[in-house]
């Protein structure tokens, strides 16, 4: 996989910052999660569990652990490079320990292999102690939409 300079520049410049600044996606907005580390292939950051992100048990929704897992995944994807915007056509997730309210979560990918038409890429969610709370693995699909940046 050939990295993508010009995104990883762009991401290099914006570390320990939100990633919803600059990003299209509104998700990336309500997620609030704030960018580690970028380099070719890997992304880490970081999450703060909001109440409106917690289940009646109060922990994190699974809903929304796997909707971290999938954005970061997709934002992975755009560190090396590609032709057109991908999509995910299949996810699985396992659900291991949870979080609460307050608490600090740290999303880490990776691409495994980008094909013609589809890549493989894994995401993981550990608390702050590095407990593993989560682990998502992840096919996507290129478009026919052109990857612009």
Request: hydrophobic share 45%.
């Given at each position: ?135 998502s693995t992840s096919n996507l699909a290129a478009t026919s939409i052109p990857m612009q940046f």
């Amino acid at each position: 996989m050939k990295p993508n300079e010009k995104i990883l520049a762009y991401l290099q410049a914006n570390l320990n910052k939100k990633i919803a600044d600059g990003n299209p996606n509104p998700i990336s907005t309500w997620l609030d999660g704030t960018l580690i580390k970028a380099s070719a292939g890997s992304i880490t950051a970081e999450f703060t569990v909001r109440e409106d992100q917690c289940n009646h048990a109060q922990v994190l929704h699974g809903g929304i652990i796997t909707t971290i897992l999938d954005e970061i995944m997709g934002m992975t994807l755009i560190t090396v490079e590609i032709e057109h915007l991908y999509v995910t056509i299949n996810l699985h997730v396992d659900f291991l320990f949870g979080a609460k309210a307050g608490e600090k979560v740290t999303a880490v990918s990776e691409v495994y292999r980008v094909g013609k038409k589809i890549a493989n890429v894994e995401a993981k969610l550990y608390n702050a102690e590095g407990k593993l709370l989560a682990k998502s693995t992840s096919n996507l699909a290129a478009t026919s939409i052109p990857m612009q940046f």
